[in-house]
């Protein structure tokens, strides 16, 4: 069974404060996926990896930055949060292609007060 | 502009009926349909893939896809309880490698 794991999984920050959202793949995949879940909204993507070294941006990659420094490790990082940040965070991890199934991490409950 | 779209919004079925839940999608170059599971409290699960026109059955679970509709539903019989969850459908192209997410459709199977 695909392994992703997620720390930590609550987190609660102050407005203008930097958070770190770490997120580690025993799978040996070479894509990862930051995700944030709210109510209404589904599931929407804000950075990807192809690879160690690479980040690129998703559909909402505003405030956030990510950094791939292994083909295991995907951290998201908030320099500055905010209140419209607080929200479920996923990661996952997958093969290459669409026609691959993705495999997700328990998440991360983050609130900015 | 949503490319994934999921109705109904919430269900709600007795145990040992049938759910079904739909999806559409607004671009033809989508190839790839995927259904998630989502349980409270959980990351999303992959639960079933389907690629080719028509039915692809697992278990008490069953795809259709009719692509020339851009259309892809799910259909789960005899409910369980254990079968409520958040329920997403997912699309992908050839050539790319994320998934565009619906918002969702939330199941209750009622005991």
């Known amino acids: 069974e695909a392994a992703v794991t997620q720390s930590p999984r609550n987190k609660v920050a102050v407005t203008g404060g930097k958070v770190t959202l770490s997120c580690n793949q025993t799978n040996n995949h070479n894509n990862m996926y930051w995700y944030r879940q709210d109510t209404g909204h589904g599931l929407r993507l804000i950075h990807y990896s192809y690879g160690a070294g690479s980040t690129e941006k998703g559909d909402i990659p505003d405030g956030y930055k990510a950094s791939r420094p292994s083909q295991e490790n995907f951290s998201l990082i908030l320099e500055l949060a905010t209140p419209s940040q607080t929200s479920v965070y996923f990661c996952a991890s997958g093969e290459v292609g669409g026609a691959r199934e993705q495999y997700f991490g328990p998440g991360t409950r983050l609130t900015v007060l | ?111």
């Open chain 2, 1 to 111: 502009q949503q490319k994934v779209q999921q109705s109904p919004e919430s269900l709600s079925v007795p145990e040992g009926g049938m759910a079904s839940l739909n999806c559409t999608s607004s671009d033809r170059n989508f190839q790839y349909f995927w259904w998630y599971r989502q349980h409270s409290g959980e990351g999303p699960k992959a639960l079933m893939s389907i690629f080719s026109d028509g039915d692809k059955k697992e278990g008490r679970f069953t795809a259709h896809l009719n692509k020339a509709s851009l259309h892809v539903s799910l259909h789960i019989r005899d409910s369980q309880p254990s079968d409520s969850a958040l329920y997403f459908c997912a699309a992908s192209e050839p050539g790319y490698q994320n998934f565009y997410f619906g918002k969702g459709t939330s199941l209750t199977v009622i005991p």
